[in-house]
């Protein structure tokens, strides 16, 4: 025992140092393996309920974790022969760092899959996972940055302070800014349309050609290329018309007042043979009715669903169905009715009145 005190005694600096060195060194040699078994027992507390997840998150922090235990290594082993605050408070910081790095990979990694499964949809828009992922990291940084101010010894509710008062007045200043971007992230998850969708407004029509967090720009149907501020968007009524799983025909044709009951009633039946026996018209949905005098025509309504969604076959089967009822009103020997007007001047005594 007087032996290995007396060993200890004459190289115990020496013996220190290799004990840290080996520790530093084992630590490093298994590094992936401490990483791994670390990973695999949290991911499995983690994500007791979503296992399909635990890969994902394992493969994210696998890296960051392993660089972790080098330095816990290093630590241990100044630790052994150099006991001072300064190496402590300088694990900490770095351990707060590695942590930071661990969230920011876990977000970039897993984000999109994780929105994609809560949304019910695994195409969530790019921009918008985007969006949150750098806003969570940046949340992040901040954490990392008044942590290692603390650590180092700073006031840090002086900067807070200071903090608060200027984020205000930025966001003051950009208030329509953060009010777009606001409202572009709600497009973005609430989904009302996609990109490529044919979209109206009470201001605009066209196709939706990129969405961003600031503004939406759509191609009109003269081939301009409007930016749509999202804000305006969020507060607009929008009719998507990729939505459509039928479209609606309905509008009315004036005959002449001097058209009979029986040419009336032939023309109202061919136009609804037609109808019937068109592919593209839902049969129980068609409405073919003599509605009402106007003021100078007898007006015939027309209505109809049919299964039809595309912009372009739709005006195409309008055409055809327009010609159709023209050559139908010819061939019955009537007109389509125009405003008019009859004078009818009496006579009293030789005298118009």
Known sequence: MEAINEIFAAYGTY???????????????????????????TGKIIFAKYPQRRQGYKNSLMHPVAIYFIVLGLFLGIIINYNHTIIRD?????????????????????????????????????????????????????????????????????????????????SLAAQDSLKSMISGFVIMF???FDVGDFIETSDFSGTVEDITMRSTRVRKL?????????????????????????????????????????????????????????????????????????????????RCYIAITDLEEYYAFVEELNFAIKEIIENNDTDFAYPTQSIHIEYTNGEAK
């Open 15 to 41: 013996i220190n140092i290799a004990i840290g060195a080996a520790v530093f060194i084992l630590f490093t040699m298994f590094r992936n393996k401490l990483a791994s078994l670390l990973l695999g027992i």
């Open 90 to 170: 300088t694990f900490k910081i770095v351990s707060v760092l590695i942590t930071c790095w661990c969230i920011i990979s876990f977000i970039s990694e897993n984000l999109v899959d994780y929105l994609g499964t809560k949304s019910g949809d695994p195409k969530v828009n790019g921009i918008a996972v985007k969006f949150v992922s750098n806003l969570l990291k940046a949340l992040t940084v901040c954490i990392a940055i008044v942590m290692v101010i603390s650590e180092l010894g700073y006031n840090i509710n002086g900067l807070l302070t200071g903090l608060g008062v200027g984020g205000l007045a930025v």
């Open 190 to 192: 609430d989904k009302p």
């Open 222 to 302: 003269d081939d301009t290329v409007i930016a749509v501020p999202n804000t305006k968007l969020a507060e607009s009524l929008i009719t998507n018309y990729a939505k459509l799983t039928k479209r609606l025909v309905e509008f009315k044709i004036g005959l002449l007042y001097s058209t009979s009951a029986d040419v009336l009633k032939e023309c109202k039946k061919e136009i609804y043979e037609f109808l019937a026996g068109h592919e593209k018209v839902e049969s129980e949905t068609i409405r073919v009715r003599f509605c009402e005098y106007e003021e100078s025509a007898l007006n015939l309504q027309i």
